[in-house]
C-alpha cells in the first residue's frame, strides 16, 4: 500500500505539469481572437483547478486575456491595442459551447436591428437554455429562459415588441421590411403568426403579402 501511495505522489505532479504544458500548446495554436472556456480543456484534465492554474499562468505571460470568470480571449493585437470581441460575438460563442440557441431581446434586439445608437447599459437575450446573469468585464448579460416555436424572426418580434407601435415610423418600417425580406424561412415565422399581437402580426403580414404581390407581378411580366 504504501509503495502505491509513492508511486501516486511521483506520478501525479508530473502528469499535471505535463497536462499544464499540452494546455499551453493548445493555446498556442488557437486562432486570435478566438474566445476560450475553461470547458474546451476537460479532455486534457478533467480538474478545472488544473485548468485554472494553466490559464492563469498563460494569462500572466499575456497568451490570453480573462473576459470573465472561466471566459478567456485569445488576444488579437493590433497597433491600437488588443481587438476584443463584441457582446454578441461573446454571448454567441457561450450559446455554442452550450449547444443552445440565442436572439437579443429588448434594446439589445433594437441595437444589433440599427433601430436604436442606444448604447444597452444591460444586455438581455432570450434563450432556450437555462437563464442566468453573466458579468463579462464591466458588462451585465441577462438570459432570459423562452422556449419560442422557432427563432427564426425572433430578434424582430423583440425589436417591434421593444418599440411599440406608436413608435414604428417610415425608417423604422423600411429596416424591419428588409429584414423580412432578407428572410430565406419566412414559412417558419408565417406558422407564428396567429401568436403575435393584432397590431404586429398586420404590419408582418402586409410585408409579406406586398412581396408576394410583387412577386406575382414580376412571373406574369416575364412570361
Given at each position: 500500500?504504501?509503495?502505491i501511495?509513492?508511486i501516486?505522489?511521483i506520478?501525479?505532479p508530473?502528469?499535471?505539469?505535463?497536462d499544464?504544458?499540452?494546455?499551453?500548446?493548445?493555446?498556442y495554436?488557437?486562432s486570435?481572437g478566438?474566445?476560450?472556456?475553461?470547458?474546451?480543456?476537460?479532455?486534457?484534465?478533467?480538474n478545472?483547478?488544473?485548468?485554472s492554474?494553466?490559464?492563469?499562468?498563460?494569462?500572466?505571460?499575456g497568451?490570453?486575456?480573462?473576459?470573465?470568470?472561466?471566459?478567456?480571449?485569445r488576444?488579437?493585437?493590433?497597433?491600437?491595442?488588443?481587438?476584443?470581441?463584441?457582446?454578441d460575438?461573446?454571448?454567441m460563442?457561450?450559446?455554442?459551447?452550450?449547444k443552445?440557441?440565442?436572439?437579443?431581446s429588448?434594446?439589445?434586439?433594437?441595437n444589433?436591428?440599427?433601430l436604436?445608437?442606444q448604447?444597452?447599459?444591460?444586455?438581455?437575450?432570450?434563450?432556450?437554455?437555462?437563464?442566468?446573469v453573466?458579468t463579462?468585464?464591466?458588462?451585465?448579460?441577462?438570459?432570459?429562459r423562452?422556449?419560442p416555436k422557432?427563432f427564426?424572426?425572433?430578434t424582430?418580434?423583440e425589436a417591434?415588441?421593444?418599440?411599440g407601435?406608436?413608435?414604428v415610423?417610415?425608417?423604422?418600417l423600411?429596416?424591419?421590411?428588409?429584414?423580412?425580406n432578407?428572410?430565406?424561412?419566412k414559412?417558419?415565422?408565417?406558422?407564428?403568426?396567429?401568436?403575435m399581437?393584432?397590431?404586429?402580426?398586420?404590419l408582418i403580414?402586409?410585408?409579406?403579402d406586398?412581396?408576394?404581390?410583387y412577386?406575382?407581378?414580376?412571373?406574369s411580366h416575364?412570361r
Amino acid at each position: 500500500m504504501l509503495h502505491i501511495s509513492l508511486i501516486f505522489c511521483i506520478f501525479a505532479p508530473l502528469k499535471k505539469e505535463n497536462d499544464m504544458a499540452e494546455i499551453a500548446n493548445r493555446i498556442y495554436e488557437t486562432s486570435e481572437g478566438q474566445i476560450l472556456f475553461i470547458s474546451d480543456f476537460s479532455d486534457i484534465n478533467d480538474n478545472e483547478k488544473v485548468v485554472s492554474r494553466a490559464l492563469s499562468v498563460e494569462e500572466k505571460k499575456g497568451n490570453i486575456v480573462r473576459l470573465a470568470n472561466g471566459v478567456y480571449l485569445r488576444p488579437k493585437n493590433t497597433r491600437f491595442g488588443i481587438v476584443y470581441p463584441s457582446i454578441d460575438e461573446m454571448v454567441m460563442a457561450i450559446a455554442q459551447r452550450d449547444k443552445v440557441q440565442i436572439q437579443p431581446s429588448g434594446v439589445t434586439a433594437l441595437n444589433k436591428l440599427g433601430l436604436s445608437t442606444q448604447v444597452p447599459t444591460k444586455y438581455t437575450y432570450l434563450t432556450s437554455g437555462s437563464g442566468r446573469v453573466l458579468t463579462l468585464g464591466n458588462r451585465t448579460i441577462e438570459l432570459k429562459r423562452s422556449v419560442p416555436k422557432n427563432f427564426a424572426f425572433q430578434t424582430v418580434l423583440e425589436a417591434l415588441r421593444t418599440l411599440g407601435q406608436k413608435n414604428v415610423g417610415n425608417q423604422e418600417l423600411s429596416t424591419i421590411r428588409k429584414l423580412v425580406n432578407e428572410e430565406e424561412h419566412k414559412d417558419l415565422f408565417v406558422q407564428d403568426l396567429t401568436l403575435m399581437p393584432v397590431w404586429m402580426r398586420k404590419l408582418i403580414t402586409d410585408i409579406i403579402d406586398k412581396n408576394e404581390h410583387y412577386d406575382t407581378l414580376v412571373k406574369s411580366h416575364n412570361r
